[in-house]
């Protein structure tokens, strides 16, 4: 069965403070690795795919990166508007329409 | 602009009635979710369609029923079946072929009165 496990659970950092968001993952076959950023009472809001091991994307202050096992989503000098809940999922090999795993997010609260 | 589109952002339910939660989408995709989320917890597959007139129950699909009679049209009906239906309510799409990411709607707060 696939399984995907982020941590921490929450996380507080003081404006400027940089850090690491993990997304361990156990898949049969992995296709691809999702990040999204979700606002409290909003739909998760899609940042960043990845394809294979070594693989990396950024996107202002966000750096995600792939391994093997597992994925880290990296927050360079964070801003208070960068406060979310971020959510990684995978979709594995499955062969069917439901190949999406999700985990249960890591809380980041920025403070100014 | 295309998009996925719930609808109502909240809904409110008397014990033993049964509510339909709208989800509709314009990107051609051939796969809809619907997930279920409650506080502190990741995202619970309820179904999931990825063609028209066939859907898949998920891991929680116990007090709930969808429908998939069109490509962009996939509503969630909440039963009185379903004991603790408090939650938040996602509607997903994307293209099952590829290895692309799905698309999320705003979201249906869904409460019990």
């Known amino acids: 069965e696939d399984q995907v496990t982020q941590s921490p659970e929450a996380l507080r950092l003081q404006e400027g403070e940089s850090s690491s968001l993990n997304c361990s993952y156990t898949v049969s076959g992995l296709r691809g690795l999702f990040w999204y950023r979700q606002d409290p009472g909003k739909g998760p809001e899609f940042l960043f795919t990845?394809?294979?091991a070594g693989e990396e994307k950024e996107k202002e202050r966000l750096k995600a990166t792939l391994t093997k096992k597992e994925s880290f989503l990296h927050i360079t000098a964070p801003k208070p508007e960068d406060s979310a809940t971020y959510l990684c999922a995978v979709h594995a090999s499955s062969g069917s329409a439901r190949q999406l795993t999700f985990g249960s997010g890591t809380q980041l609260t920025v403070l100014p | 602009d295309g998009g996925i589109t719930q609808s109502p952002k909240y809904l409110f339910r008397k014990e033993g009635q049964n509510v339909t939660l709208s989800c509709e989408q314009n990107?051609?995709?051939?796969?809809m979710y619907w997930y279920r989320q409650d506080p502190g917890q990741g995202l619970r597959l309820i179904y999931y369609?990825?063609?028209?007139?066939?859907?898949q129950k998920g891991d929680i699909a116990e007090g709930y029923s969808v429908s998939r009679e069109k490509k962009e049209s996939f509503p969630l009906t909440v039963t009185s079946a379903q004991k603790n239906p408090t939650a938040f309510y996602l509607c997903?799409?994307?293209?099952?072929?590829?290895?692309?990411?799905?698309?999320f709607g705003q979201g249906t707060r869904l409460t019990v009165v």
């Open positions: 990107l051609n995709h051939d796969a």
């Open positions: 990845l394809y294979s």
């Open positions: 997903a799409s994307r293209n099952s072929l590829s290895v692309g990411e799905a698309f």
């Open positions: 369609s990825q063609i028209v007139n066939d859907f």
